[in-house]
């Protein structure tokens, strides 16, 4: 979820605390001191924090963006309670609900005044800690720690804007749009990363992803297409590619995490997207997307040398066949696939199945792709051939060619 954090006089969304110096030490109830020269080197910071809400309970399990005005620091729309721990001290704790000390609040936003109590002086480090729970308990929502900060006394103290940092607990990928990648042509789809906060809240807004512990959290994709490094931009010899500017999804919580799938136009085979995190929040591999296979379909294209033998020009399902009538004729046979034989790809047929026979008994093949020739034996037996060719293991498309020789140069005297 999305809100703001504002001290006095700022705009919605930062998240800036107004220290003024003050006689009296905390003051965690909420209520605002009186200003003046602090005692013990103790200064009462006031802090105002505003989480919006989708409910008049107070709380929601939906996501939320809160009201237009928000800006883009992490507050989830489940925090209930704030603790603020100076320099490795004893934590501050505050409620944060519409019945807190200090809070007040509608159904669409709660606003809260607080009261720190803040040591006079240099190179201070706070760190904030928001949950969804009433008493600071549980793991929290989001975090953030700054240093140096420094307080002085007698004056007003002005610090910030700082980030809270959201907390990841789970997340998911899925097509934007069901993607239609078509072999040959260029195009793109879009994976979008949903990353959720330990109160079931979708995470919008900036600030980098982290582990309960203040540790970062990071994503990267993989895929499982054969013999090729993961996001490789050459279309020759890798079809899907991701783009943005590195392999990891964005460190920040966007407000929509997309990535682009570009897509080359190679044949490729089915293909699944995998999203996993640094800090193995969840299981390796546990969340993906798929795409089925994008082929071209293959044809066999037969050319006879002879007039008298018969060729005819196989498509998807139906082979090339072939009549030769004397030994010696030669039949040219060249597969092809968009996608996949043709530039840029100018990928490679090989010749899977091979049931000539050579010699007496049958015919001949020779050559490579693109194209390989046929010969008729020239002996006196007729012969029978049927030949496959294959694009590649992992995409295994075929074309065949039946083949058939007719012995008739039969001299009679």
């Known amino acids: ?59 929601s399990s939906s996501n939320s963006r809160g009201t237009a005005s928000v800006r883009p620091d992490y ?16 934590p501050q704790d505050f409620g944060l609900t519409n019945t807190s000390p200090g809070c007040s609040g509608t159904g669409s936003a709660t606003l809260c005044t607080i ?40 004056v007003a103290n002005n610090l910030g804007p700082y980030t809270l940092n959201p907390v990841v607990h789970s997340y998911s990928v899925a097509w934007s749009a069901a993607p ?20 079931a809240a979708t995470i919008i807004g900036p600030g980098s992803y982290e582990t309960s512990a203040g540790s970062p959290v990071t994503f990267s994709l993989s895929d499982n297409l054969p013999n090729s490094a993961p996001f490789t931009t050459t279309s020759q010899s890798y079809a899907l590619s991701f783009t943005g500017g590195s392999a990891s999804a964005p460190a920040s919580a966007t407000p929509s995490n ?10 490729v085979p089915a293909t699944t ?40 020009n196989g498509t998807t399902g139906t082979p090339a066949s072939i009549s030769l009538v004397t030994g010696g004729d030669t039949a040219t046979l060249v597969p092809s696939e968009p996608g996949w034989t043709d530039a840029p ?21 020779t050559g490579s792709t693109p194209t390989w020739t046929l010969t008729a034996n020239t002996g006196n037996n007729p012969g029978t051939c049927s030949v496959s060719f294959e694009d590649s293991a992992s995409l295994a498309q075929t074309v065949t060619a039946n083949a058939s020789y007719t012995y008739t140069s039969v001299i009679v005297h």
Request: proline share 5%; charged share 10%.
């Open 1 to 59: 979820m999305n809100a703001n954090l504002r001290g006095h006089l700022l705009l919605a969304g930062t998240f800036m605390l107004a220290f003024v110096a003050c006689s009296g030490g905390a003051n965690p109830g909420g209520t605002m001191p009186p200003t003046g020269i602090t005692d013990h080197g103790k200064a009462n910071a006031t802090l105002t924090i505003t989480i919006p809400r989708r409910s008049g309970t107070g709380t």
């Open 75 to 90: 507050i989830s729309t489940n925090t209930q309670s704030m603790s603020i721990a100076i320099d490795g001290g004893t």
């Open 115 to 154: 009261t720190v109590a803040a040591p006079v002086g240099t190179g201070e480090t706070w760190a904030f800690a928001l949950y969804s729970t009433t008493n600071e308990t549980g793991t929290p929502l989001s975090l953030d720690t700054e240093t140096p900060i420094t307080i002085a006394a007698g």
């Open 180 to 199: 239609s990648f078509t072999a040959d042509s260029s195009s793109s789809g879009t994976i979008v990363l949903t990353v959720k906060d330990p109160s």
């Open 258 to 267: 997309v990535i682009t799938v570009a897509y080359g136009g190679l044949s």
């Open 273 to 312: 997207f995998y999203v996993n995190d640094s800090a193995t929040i969840q299981a390796t591999n546990s969340t993906s997307v798929s795409e089925p296979a994008v082929l071209g379909a293959p044809v066999l294209t037969a050319t006879c040398a002879n007039s008298s033998d018969l060729c005819s």
């Open 345 to 365: 790809y100018s990928q490679a047929f090989t010749q899977s199945a091979n049931t000539c026979t050579g010699g007496t008994a049958g015919s001949t093949m």
